[in-house]
């Protein structure tokens, strides 16, 4: 991107027409002018088409087969970080970054993931030009012109928020189109805030245009945009924009209450609700595998919902999905888990921190939620006095039924879909199989297949596997993709709802918020008598276990961090369980980092991306500001 800022012609913007449907899949010749292409109705919806081209697809998709931000956050450790070094998370753990090469910008650009500077302003300049020709173009109707219009002003909402969530303040307002000729010296980075109103009053105008619908319910169309998506994008701005990081020292936990209250009003006003039923009971409750050690079907709900495809219907089983990407997430069985005996890696490895963030059955944090470590390596659990259940000794029994359907732990159980030679010495005395299909998942030290290991791709690092986005019966003999990735769902936008009133003082309306979640999980209610800074903890730490492995624990910490700040208590050290396996077949436990280094992608700087070298030192030499973000 150059100054307002496009360097890409347009045969190329239009030419990444990809997934889009119907209408939109026809891309015009780039040798027309604007004027030709708006004198066109395949033409204009193809240049609509060209809008969408930049929507990341994230989850799995991420260079290298990575969840990314999921793996340089506190919630995982990447497999890959050792054996391929020069790959993002490597880089980001050995702090090998720059403004002019960054392992989360400059190493690839796949599924949207990187080159996000460029491909941003690309998509908001091609959103500017369509939003100003449009009322004038050739389409088939009014009803038509309005819909695309509406799509245009909230696409351009969300590479706002995609750009503000990585980059920060550092960031103009383009409400139209700029030529290239056109003086930018007067060009200056607007507020936090002040960008956040922007995205707001795109998002309203989506809102107020009757023609776009609240749910996309054909094939036809899927990937469009709708007005549930632009509530999801002003819920979650707003909410950054009140965070410690991003309010200038401004209270705004007023607006994000009721911005987020009404937004959460009009999602459940228009057919959208937290996905409460097991729908496919043949797959999902058919064995005890899919149940957890304490045979809840929370488990089974839960792993469900995020290894199925929301379908495009009028009545579809998943009504809190929001958004999806328009792609799927590959062979995760193979890239991204438990792996197999022929697998290629485990890929994201949760962490010890994560694990400890689930709660015992009874509803009881493990640790202390101000204070969950009394070192600085997280090698000494600062343990919760008040709860009984958890026993250090026993560390999987009695947890947050989402616990065992997001993680494969030593003794958790697997229906066994992929090929083993032959069988674990550390299967030999556990009970047989089910029903010949299931296995138990071994990560002690020295297991050969599935245990702990600080090299081995498809080995551990951490001591657990992610289950959470892996199909049970999925496998090398039987090979049932990732779903597609869930960009917005409802369940987040009610924990951004209880935040919100959290800070703003309406601790019941937050109490009741999070109930919702925790009930839907099988988790009993949040204790009566939280003090305001005990109810922040308690939202913060729900928002961890239920958006886990999602990403969202990237941007929340940074987020809720002050501008001087860093995040040296979450990020720097992540530990590991090693699991010693006994003569008489039982187990000791000993925490343990992952590596004996520290990661250096926790300091001051990394709490944004730096803007790219080049854009940084031409915004300066024409506009006489700075716009590099600090430390970089």
Same mark, same amino acid.
């Given at each position: 991107?150059?100054?307002?800022?496009?360097?890409?012609?347009?045969?190329?913007?239009?030419?990444?027409?990809?997934?889009?449907?119907?209408?939109?899949?026809?891309?015009?010749?780039?040798?027309?002018?604007?004027?030709?292409?708006?004198?066109?109705?395949?033409?204009?919806?193809?240049?609509?088409?060209?809008?969408?081209?930049?929507?990341?697809?994230?989850?799995?998709?991420?260079?290298?087969?990575? +969840?990314?931000?999921?793996?340089?956050?506190?919630?995982?450790?990447?497999?890959?970080?050792?054996?391929?070094?020069?790959?993002?998370?490597?880089?980001?753990?050995?702090?090998?970054?720059?403004?002019?090469?960054?392992?989360?910008?400059?190493?690839?650009?796949?599924?949207?993931?990187?080159?996000?500077?460029?491909?941003?302003?690309?998509?908001? +300049?091609?959103?500017?030009?369509?939003?100003?020709?449009?009322?004038?173009?050739?389409?088939?109707?009014?009803?038509?012109?309005?819909?695309?219009?509406?799509?245009?002003?909230?696409?351009?909402?969300?590479?706002?928020?995609?750009?503000?969530?990585?980059?920060?303040?550092? !960031?103009?307002?383009?409400?139209?189109? /700029?030529?290239?000729?056109?003086?930018?010296?007067?060009?200056?980075?607007?507020?936090?805030?002040?960008?956040?109103?922007?995205?707001?009053?795109?998002?309203?105008?989506?809102?107020?245009?009757?023609?776009? =619908?609240?749910?996309?319910?054909?094939?036809?169309?899927?990937?469009?945009?709708?007005?549930?998506?632009?509530?999801?994008?002003?819920?979650?701005?707003?909410?950054?924009?009140?965070?410690?990081?991003?309010?200038?020292?401004?209270?705004?936990?007023?607006?994000?209450?009721?911005?987020?209250?009404?937004?959460?009003?009009?999602?459940?006003?228009?057919? /959208?609700?937290?996905?409460?039923?097991?729908?496919?009971?043949?797959?999902?409750?058919?064995?005890?595998?899919?149940?957890?050690?304490?045979?809840?079907?929370?488990?089974?709900?839960?792993?469900?919902?995020?290894?199925?495809?929301?379908?495009?219907?009028?009545?579809?089983?998943?009504?809190?999905?929001?958004?999806?990407?328009?792609?799927?997430?590959?062979?995760?069985?193979?890239?991204?888990?438990?792996?197999?005996?022929?697998?290629?890696?485990?890929?994201?490895?949760?962490?010890?921190?994560?694990?400890?963030?689930?709660?015992?059955?009874?509803?009881?944090?493990? !640790?202390?939620?101000?204070?969950?470590?009394?070192?600085?390596?997280?090698?000494?659990?600062?343990?919760?006095?008040?709860?009984?259940?958890?026993?250090?000794?026993?560390?999987?029994?009695?947890?947050?039924?989402?616990?065992?359907?997001?993680? /494969?732990?030593?003794?958790?159980?697997?229906?066994?879909?992929?090929?083993?030679?032959?069988?674990?010495?550390?299967?030999?005395?556990?009970?047989?199989?089910?029903?010949?299909?299931?296995?138990?998942?071994?990560?002690?030290?020295?297991?050969?297949?599935?245990?702990?290991?600080?090299?081995?791709?498809?080995?551990?690092?951490?001591?657990? /596997?992610?289950?959470?986005?892996?199909?049970?019966?999925?496998?090398?003999?039987?090979?049932?993709?990732?779903?597609?990735?869930?960009?917005?769902?409802?369940?987040?936008?009610?924990?951004?709802?209880?935040?919100?009133?959290?800070?703003?003082?309406?601790?019941?309306?937050?109490?009741?918020?999070?109930?919702?979640?925790?009930?839907?999980?099988?988790?009993?209610?949040?204790?009566?008598?939280?003090?305001?800074?005990?109810?922040?903890?308690?939202?913060?730490?729900?928002?961890?276990?239920?958006?886990?492995?999602?990403?969202?624990?990237?941007?929340? !910490?940074?987020?809720?961090?002050?501008?001087?700040?860093?995040?040296?208590?979450?990020?720097?050290?992540?530990?590991?369980?090693?699991?010693?396996?006994?003569?008489?077949?039982?187990?000791?436990?000993?925490?343990?980092?992952?590596?004996?280094?520290?990661?250096?992608?926790?300091?001051?700087?990394?709490?944004?991306?730096?803007? =790219?070298?080049?854009?940084?030192?031409?915004?300066?030499?024409?506009?006489?500001?700075?716009?590099?973000?600090?430390?970089?």
């Amino acid at each position: 991107m150059k100054i307002r800022y496009i360097t890409f012609s347009l045969t190329v913007l239009i030419l990444l027409l990809g997934s889009c449907k119907d209408t939109l899949d026809m891309a015009p010749d780039g040798k027309l002018t604007m004027d030709q292409i708006f004198e066109d109705n395949n033409k204009v919806g193809a240049f609509l088409n060209s809008c969408y081209a930049n929507i990341p697809v994230k989850g799995t998709r991420y260079f290298f087969w990575s +969840r990314g931000p999921v793996d340089w956050s506190d919630d995982a450790w990447d497999t890959d970080a050792e054996a391929e070094s020069w790959i993002m998370s490597g880089r980001m753990y050995n702090g090998d970054a720059s403004a002019g090469s960054h392992p989360i910008t400059n190493i690839s650009a796949d599924a949207g993931n990187g080159n996000y500077w460029a491909n941003y302003w690309a998509a908001i +300049r091609n959103c500017t030009i369509f939003i100003s020709r449009i009322d004038e173009a050739t389409v088939k109707s009014p009803a038509e012109r309005n819909r695309w219009k509406a799509e245009a002003h909230l696409l351009r909402a969300y590479y706002y928020s995609e750009l503000l969530k990585w980059f920060g303040p550092a !960031l103009p307002i383009e409400r139209e189109a /700029y030529e290239f000729s056109a003086d930018f010296s007067g060009v200056k980075k607007e507020s936090y805030y002040d960008v956040v109103k922007f995205i707001i009053e795109d998002c309203d105008v989506a809102l107020a245009t009757s023609e776009l =619908p609240w749910r996309i319910t054909t094939d036809a169309e899927a990937g469009r945009v709708s007005k549930a998506l632009a509530e999801a994008v002003k819920s979650k701005m707003i909410l950054f924009a009140a965070s410690p990081l991003n309010n200038g020292g401004a209270n705004l936990w007023q607006d994000a209450y009721l911005i987020n209250k009404t937004s959460l009003a009009n999602l459940r006003a228009n057919g /959208y609700e937290l996905y409460n039923k097991v729908n496919f009971p043949q797959t999902y409750l058919s064995d005890d595998a899919y149940l957890g050690p304490n045979k809840n079907v929370n488990t089974a709900l839960y792993n469900e919902y995020f290894t199925q495809t929301m379908t495009y219907t009028g009545s579809p089983v998943d009504r809190e999905t929001i958004f999806q990407s328009r792609e799927g997430q590959g062979n995760i069985w193979d890239i991204d888990g438990i792996g197999s005996q022929d697998g290629y890696k485990s890929g994201t490895c949760p962490s010890q921190e994560l694990v400890d963030a689930y709660e015992t059955i009874d509803g009881k944090p493990v !640790l202390n939620l101000a204070n969950p470590y009394a070192d600085e390596k997280h090698l000494q659990p600062n343990y919760n006095a008040a709860n009984t259940l958890y026993n250090p000794n026993d560390p999987y029994k009695n947890r947050d039924p989402r616990f065992y359907a997001s993680i /494969y732990y030593n003794g958790s159980k697997r229906k066994a879909m992929w090929n083993f030679a032959e069988a674990p010495e550390s299967f030999e005395n556990y009970p047989a199989p089910i029903g010949n299909r299931a296995r138990i998942i071994a990560t002690y030290v020295n297991e050969p297949q599935t245990g702990i290991h600080s090299t081995t791709r498809k080995a551990t690092r951490t001591g657990y /596997y992610e289950r959470k986005f892996l199909h049970p019966n999925s496998g090398n003999d039987n090979p049932i993709g990732g779903a597609n990735y869930k960009l917005f769902r409802l369940g987040e936008i009610i924990l951004n709802f209880a935040e919100a009133a959290a800070e703003a003082g309406q601790s019941v309306e937050a109490i009741a918020a999070v109930n919702e979640i925790r009930k839907r999980a099988g988790m009993p209610d949040l204790p009566a008598g939280l003090s305001k800074d005990e109810l922040i903890q308690r939202i913060r730490n729900e928002r961890r276990v239920e958006l886990a492995m999602e990403e969202n624990r990237y941007f929340d !910490l940074r987020r809720w961090s002050a501008p001087t700040g860093d995040l040296a208590k979450t990020d720097r050290w992540i530990t590991a369980m090693e699991i010693t396996r006994k003569a008489d077949g039982t187990y000791s436990y000993a925490r343990r980092n992952v590596r004996n280094v520290e990661r250096k992608n926790y300091t001051n700087k990394f709490l944004w991306v730096p803007v =790219p070298l080049d854009e940084a030192n031409r915004l300066r030499a024409i506009t006489g500001s700075d716009w590099q973000n600090a430390g970089w």
